[in-house]
């Protein structure tokens, strides 16, 4: 069972927004700003999306944020496509002393 | 720009030790402040972070994992390899190698390879 809680799925309509929430403590997600987003298609290889917090690397489309409240950090998707279903992973630093700590994954259905 | 790509057995007996291999192109694995890690992937599951290693040789394991776990490095070849030793059924799953310290940051995975899966059974 992974200590970042993520919804198991979601799902929208293209053109709509959705959001994925990655909840964990103040040890990890509340704590710092070293939370991440990883796309997976299936079949494929992780991807990363957005690092630290909000920012995104180059390439990837401004239609993904990322943000934080609290010891929840989320990733919004608008206008939805449909090449944006795939499942979704946080992860964040803890000083816990759990390296590497991945969220358990959302399924993001475009209907 | 830097490609990964892993390889070794695809099947493995129960109790033997898993030993796979990420060989890196297009940059050297020695150079900047990368950090080179593996993840593996049941199938239908999540993702879990196995561990990393610096070029330095430091190495950082999943606590979970630590025991049966061993990362190196070989800049010669501009390799690093995974070795699992003691594995069970649980231990099946699509392992892949990724490139980390995007931002200078350890965590963040930003070159990763196609993933390959390891099948343990007798």
């Known amino acids: 069972q992974s200590a970042l809680t993520q919804p198991a799925s979601v799902s929208g309509s293209p053109g709509q927004s959705i959001t994925i929430s990655c909840t964990g403590t103040?040890?990890?997600?509340?704590?710092?700003?070293?939370v991440s987003w990883y796309q997976q298609h299936p079949g494929k290889a992780p991807k990363l999306m957005i690092y630290?917090?909000?920012n995104r690397p180059s390439g990837v489309s401004n239609r993904f944020s990322g943000s934080k409240s609290g010891n929840t950090a989320s990733l919004t998707i608008s206008g939805l496509q449909a090449e944006d279903e795939a499942d979704y992973y946080c992860?964040?630093?803890?000083?816990?002393?759990?390296?590497?700590?991945f969220g358990g994954g959302t399924k993001l259905t475009v209907l | 720009q830097v490609q990964l790509q892993e390889s070794g057995p695809g099947l493995v007996k129960p109790s033997q030790t898993l030993s796979l291999t990420c060989t890196v192109s297009?940059?050297?694995?020695?150079?900047?402040?990368?950090?080179w890690s593996w993840i593996r992937q049941p199938a239908g599951k999540g993702l879990e972070w196995i561990g990393r290693?610096?070029?330095?040789?430091?190495?950082n394991y999943n606590p979970a994992l630590k025991s049966r776990v061993t990362i190196s490095v070989d800049t010669s070849k501009n390799q690093f390899s995974l070795r699992l030793s003691s594995v069970t059924a649980a231990d099946t799953a699509v392992y892949y190698c990724?490139?980390?310290?995007?931002?200078?940051?350890?965590?963040?995975?930003?070159?990763w390879g196609k993933g390959t899966t390891v099948t343990v059974s007798s």
């Open positions: 990724a490139r980390a310290g995007y931002s200078g940051y350890e965590g963040y995975m930003d070159v």
């Open positions: 297009g940059g050297s694995i020695s150079s900047g402040s990368d950090y």
């Open positions: 290693i610096y070029t330095s040789g430091t190495t």
């Open positions: 103040s040890s990890d997600v509340g704590g710092y700003n070293y």
């Open positions: 630290d917090v909000s």
């Open positions: 992860s964040s630093y803890t000083n816990s002393g759990t390296l590497g700590m």
